[in-house]
């Protein structure tokens, strides 16, 4: 990294130590709210309905009826090669390997280990992005934070660097519903049988994920459904679990509902891809193969030529 100089195995054990004491002080001023969301302190009561099965329930404790008679996420498909394996316990995904960001991997094929280098790299970059986010105003929207994004948001800050991105406290102010209403509603939703079908084959490497009927796949559902009723014209579109499952393993069910709000209806607004004419997936589509052809005109006409063209 620009600006930081690595020389003997001392002054890089001092540079870990001193960004290690960095590292602590961000964990008392964001670190609540970046325990890769399961531990929120803003929304304690999350922990307990997360621990419920995927059928939510009415106040009463009796099942939600939007689920059908007999209808849960078990119930509709199979988890896939790899879930299988893992007999849909976290028990059983115990004996898994497991990296630094949940996913099920392979040991044999993945350095676990970081050398000192990498650790005081990422310590700095952390630090860096501590300064930033206690001076959120003066760096947002400026090619010094552009610059760092591409880089890569530090995992520890990623929960409060997306919320603030994202814009989802004003988002959340400026709605008349609710992530919490809507997750309640008992009639039966239009999406909510497709949207069990696609729980469990959505991020299906991922710990939180593992387990059939656990709190990943039942916040999953929560969060998708909400959304499909939302917004009714959009619905439910099977690339939104992708998204949501990835935020989920950060913020709580709440944010990552008004994140998936944002991404569709904020500032750069992606809903006309997920609407069911696909509209605005056609319209990208069209404009890269104009560009294609303006700036790579050869490559353009093989492709015309092998029938390759990525408009549908």
């Not at 990623?158 to 509603?185: C, D, H, P, W």
């Not at 099977?238 to 990552?256: H, I, K, N, R, W």
Request: glycine share 8%.
């Amino acid at each position: 990294m620009s600006g930081v100089q690595y020389g003997k195995k001392e002054e890089v054990k001092r540079h870990v130590e001193d960004d290690e004491e960095e590292e602590e002080e961000i964990g008392s001023d964001c670190g609540k709210k970046t325990s890769r969301g399961l531990e929120s302190s803003k929304d304690s009561s999350r922990m307990s309905a997360l621990k419920s099965l995927t059928r939510p329930t009415t106040e009463d404790g009796d099942d939600d009826p939007s689920l059908g008679p007999s209808e849960s996420v078990s119930e509709l498909g199979s988890m896939q090669d790899f879930g299988s394996a893992a007999s849909g316990s976290l028990a059983a995904s115990a004996k898994l390997k497991i990296d630094g960001y949940g996913r099920v991997i392979n040991p044999d094929s993945v350095e676990l280990a970081l050398d000192k280098k990498k650790i005081a790299q990422q310590n700095e970059r952390l630090r860096k992005w501590t300064k930033m986010i206690r001076s959120w105003d003066k760096y947002i929207g400026t090619d010094k934070f552009e610059r760092r994004v591409r880089k890569g948001v530090p995992d520890a800050v990623r929960a409060l660097v997306y919320s603030k991105i994202m814009n989802i406290e004003a988002l959340r102010k400026g709605k008349e519903e609710s992530f919490e209403t809507l997750s309640k509603q008992e009639a039966v939703g239009p999406w909510d049988e497709i949207i069990l079908r696609d729980i469990h084959r959505t991020n299906p490497t991922h710990e939180l994920f593992l387990e059939r009927d656990g709190i990943g796949q039942s916040g999953l559902y929560r969060v998708l459904r909400a959304y499909s009723l939302f917004d009714p014209e959009v619905g439910y579109c099977q690339g939104m679990g992708s998204f949501v499952s990835v935020m989920l393993t950060y913020v709580t069910e709440d944010d990552a509902f008004w994140m998936l709000v944002s991404l569709l209806q904020g500032k750069y607004p992606l809903r006309d891809m997920y609407l069911p004419s696909l509209v605005g997936i056609r319209r990208r589509f069209f404009l890269f193969d104009k560009a294609l052809e303006l700036l790579y005109p050869s490559l353009a006409k093989h492709l015309v030529k092998c029938s390759s063209s990525v408009v549908f």
